[in-house]
């Protein structure tokens, strides 16, 4: 068995099923319950359609030879506009199996050494407020509270920056 979090590599399209299927584990297991109007299609439409943004990043964590994990995001848009100082960190998840090894803080430590090397300043990610796990994590790399606060899917969300 490899380390956790030892085997990044680049997501392609052809991983958005696996990857579908972490994400739909680790946000049932997130809210305990399962999450209504959401299926493996629209999950999967919704990280082809991601991967395809313009300047998209995604990095998978594979264990064993499967995918446990990943992040993904595409640089900022503010106004209309590409923000060329900041990268927004759509998705992180790790499948719940996996979660507690490290992998989680390894993924989240790629994107800010990938983009910190491209000098990139900052990285923003929104989070549920009640998200303590992931809060948590955010916090101990130095990511701290942007203050910008929206619902969504009914959950009171907060943004994070961390600088580079
Ligand atoms: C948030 C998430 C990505 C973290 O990934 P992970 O691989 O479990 O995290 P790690 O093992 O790298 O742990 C990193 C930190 O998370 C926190 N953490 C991990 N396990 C924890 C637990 N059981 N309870 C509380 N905090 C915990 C700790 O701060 C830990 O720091 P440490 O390494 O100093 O102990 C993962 O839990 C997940 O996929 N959650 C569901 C999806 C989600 O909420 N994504 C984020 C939405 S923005």
Request: aromatic content about 6%.
């Amino acid at each position: 068995m490899n380390h956790p979090g030892d085997d990044l590599r680049p997501a392609t399209v052809a991983d958005a099923l696996s990857m579908a299927v972490v994400m739909e584990r680790a946000s049932t297991h997130r809210k305990s319950r399962l999450v209504p109007n959401r299926s493996i299609d629209s999950d999967i439409d919704y990280l082809v359609e991601r991967l395809g943004r313009p300047g998209a990043w995604c990095r998978v964590a594979i264990m064993n030879g499967e995918i446990v994990g990943f992040v993904a995001g595409n640089p900022l848009m503010r106004d209309g506009q590409h923000d060329s100082d900041t990268q927004d960190l759509g998705l992180i998840m790790v499948a719940p199996d996996w979660q507690g090894y490290g992998i989680g803080r390894k993924l989240l430590e790629w994107a800010a050494g990938y983009h910190g090397a491209r000098k990139v300043k900052f990285l923003e990610l929104w989070t549920q407020e009640d998200n303590t796990r992931a809060r948590r994590l955010y916090e101990s790399l130095g990511s701290t509270l942007t203050g910008e606060t929206k619902m969504r899917q009914d959950e009171s969300m907060v943004r994070y920056r961390l600088s580079l």
